[in-house]
Structure formats: structure tokens, C-alpha cells
């Protein structure tokens, strides 16, 4: 039952910060530049890492780096497995999705931050 809990809250987290992706990637409609490309990947993630940390206050960050990885494996799969995108000139373009691990991990690891800071005052 645990695991199922587990996954559940992964996939609530990881469409989350889908959601949110798509959200500022349409909003910025920027070319494939470097702040095009990154600030949708750090806004989703640090939104999917406070998802995270919502659900599991203890497992949050855990849960939040593991989503993250999720999220980087399947836009590297889709983009150059499915896609069969080649790498590019620009490395840091191309990619993009390694950093939401990072995103993820931070938005937890900052929103847990803020609770502790809140709760000792």
C-alpha cells in the first residue's frame, strides 16, 4: 500500500510540474534560447518540489528528487528516443531536462525550509 501511495504521489507531482512546464513555456513562446528553455524547466520544478513536500512533509525531498529524475529520463526519451532529436550545437539547449532533479530537490528542500522557519517562531 505504501508503494502505491508512493507512486501516486510522483505522478501528482510530476503532471504537476508538466502543468506548470507547459504553462510558462507557452507564456515565454521564446526561441530555443538558453532562458527559454531553462527558466520553464527551474519554474516547474521548484512548483513540483513544493507539491512534493505538501504530500509527504518527511519524504518530500526524497520524493521530489526521484520525480525529478522521472521527469528528466522521460523528456530525454521522448525528445531524442521518440523524437530521434539530434543533439544540437548548443549542449546547454539541448539539455535542458537535466536540471529538473535540481528544480525539484530545491523546491522541497526550500519550502521545508520555510516551514521549519515558521513553525520555531
Do not use: E, K
Not at 530555443?32 to 527558466?39: C, E, N, R
Not at 539547449?93 to 515558521?118: C, E, H, K, N, S
Request: positive net charge; aromatic residues 14%.
Amino acid at each position: 500500500m505504501n508503494t502505491l501511495v508512493l507512486f501516486l504521489r510522483t505522478a501528482v507531482a510530476a503532471c504537476s510540474g508538466l502543468l506548470v512546464w507547459v504553462l510558462i513555456s507557452d507564456a515565454m513562446a521564446a526561441p530555443q534560447t538558453l532562458p527559454g528553455a531553462i527558466v520553464p524547466v527551474w519554474v516547474a520544478g521548484l512548483c513540483g518540489g513544493v507539491v512534493c513536500a505538501l504530500f509527504a512533509p518527511r519524504q518530500g525531498i526524497q520524493v521530489a528528487f526521484t520525480t525529478g529524475v522521472v521527469m528528466a529520463a522521460m523528456f530525454f526519451a521522448f525528445r531524442h528516443v521518440y523524437l530521434d532529436l539530434p543533439l544540437g550545437g548548443n549542449t546547454l539547449i539541448t539539455l535542458w531536462p537535466a536540471w529538473f532533479p535540481v528544480a525539484y530537490y530545491l523546491g522541497a528542500y526550500g519550502y521545508l525550509t520555510l516551514l521549519q522557519r515558521l513553525y520555531r517562531s
